[in-house]
T-cell receptor, first 114, second 111 residues
Framework: ETGVTQSPTHLIKTRGQQVTLRCSSQ?????VSWYQQALGQGPQFIFQ???????GRGNFPPRFSGLQFPNYSSELNVNALELDDSALYLC?????????????FGPGTRLTVL | GIQVEQSPPDLILQEGANSTLRCNFS?????LQWFHQNPWGQLINLFY???GTKQNGRLSATTVATERYSLLYISSSQTTDSGVYFC?????????????FGKGTKLSVKP
């Protein structure tokens, strides 16, 4: 069984740039959720993709967007980067898009915005 | 929305000691997970426990859903147990499918 993978591991960008982060779900899972974790805080929900459709969104502006591919892998795109976007970005996969489903996390992508 | 509170925020133990971490939540849940975040940031699943009691080696967890709290027990702690422990919950009232995390308990186990 393949676990959740994310790429890249680290990324440095400057304000105003755009970034794309990638996530491959655990084998057999059809749902990917994205979270942002600022230093010293718990992760915060950005959005979830279930069967290639957005299936819920947290309190993040529209410059945070995503998509899911037919193989259930997913991308998180952030436009017009701001300094406060510096954080650890985590993706989680699950079987099904309901809140009751156990989620499994990848190793994260650490984004630094200068 | 649902609120999740973890206590204590920080805990320092001597190797071999036992500890109890607590998670209180403000509404009914259908998902509760405990995680250990390692120094590299990865969240390691410890328990999926929306209700009842589970044990895995030196770790065990109990969730009393009717009283809206969960406890994580660590026995005979080891230095490798150090890190941040998060409780996260999900319920149908929230944004579909999301987990709501507490602020975590930072555990330091001294040799």
């Amino acid at each position: 069984e393949t676990g959740v993978t994310q790429s890249p591991t680290h990324l440095i960008k400057t304000r105003g740039q755009q970034v794309t982060l990638r996530c491959s779900s655990q084998s057999g899972h059809n749902t990917v959720s994205w979270y942002q974790q600022a230093l010293g805080q718990g992760p915060q929900f950005i959005f979830q993709y279930y069967r290639e459709e957005e299936n819920g969104r947290g309190n993040f502006p529209p410059r945070f967007s995503g998509l899911q591919f037919p193989n259930y892998s997913s991308e998180l795109n952030v436009n017009a980067l701001e300094l406060d976007d510096s954080a650890l970005y985590l993706c989680a996969s699950s079987l099904g898009g309901q809140a009751g489903n156990e989620q499994f996390f990848g190793p994260g992508t650490r984004l630094t915005v200068l | 929305g649902i609120q999740v509170e973890q206590s204590p925020p920080d805990l320092i133990l001597q190797e071999g000691a036992n500890s109890t971490l607590r998670c209180n939540f403000s509404d009914s849940v259908n998902n509760l997970q405990w995680f250990h975040q390692n120094p590299w940031g990865q969240l390691i699943n410890l328990f999926y426990i929306p209700s009842g009691t589970k044990q895995n080696g030196r770790l065990s967890a109990t969730t009393v859903a009717t009283e809206r709290y969960s406890l994580l027990y660590i026995s005979s702690s080891q230095t490798t147990d150090s890190g941040v422990y998060f409780c996260a919950v999900g319920n149908y009232g929230g944004s579909q499918g999301n987990l709501i995390f507490g602020k975590g308990t930072k555990l330091s186990v001294k040799p």
